[in-house]
């Protein structure tokens, strides 16, 4: 997954600009993405609430112990978004890439 996002960083940057309000940083967000699938998570709101006291949850995520947990709806606006953006889908394909390359799958 670090592999793939390293790879997506240039697009990351083409979307993501320094100006206005700051949004929540793509890798992140995708990370967040993941778990809530991996561990069917049934909402965002309670993505959120996990992110809050779940420390392998926020060591995942990349969350320090003390920054504080997004408001369900501005993930939710970012997530939007991200897959406007068809990010999370070249997100998954890179992976998949390399789990092909490493004879994984």
């Not at 600009?17 to 940083?25: C, D, F, T, V």
């Not at 993941?34 to 969350?63: A, D, H, K, T």
């Not at 501005?74 to 890439?97: C, P, S």
Request: net charge positive; aromatic share 10%; charged share 25%.
């Amino acid at each position: 997954m670090d592999e793939a996002l390293k790879a997506l960083s240039p697009k990351f940057d083409a979307i993501y600009r320094n100006e206005g309000r700051p949004s929540i940083a793509p890798e992140l967000l995708l990370r967040a993405l993941l778990l809530q699938m991996l561990y069917m998570v049934r909402s965002e709101r309670m993505l959120m609430e996990q992110l809050n006291y779940n420390l392998l949850f926020r060591w995942f995520v990349g969350l320090s112990m003390d920054q504080v947990v997004w408001h369900p709806t501005v993930f939710t606006k970012n997530r939007d978004r991200l897959l406007e953006g068809h990010i999370a889908r070249e997100f998954t394909e890179q992976v998949l890439r390399q789990a092909r390359w490493q004879q994984m799958l």
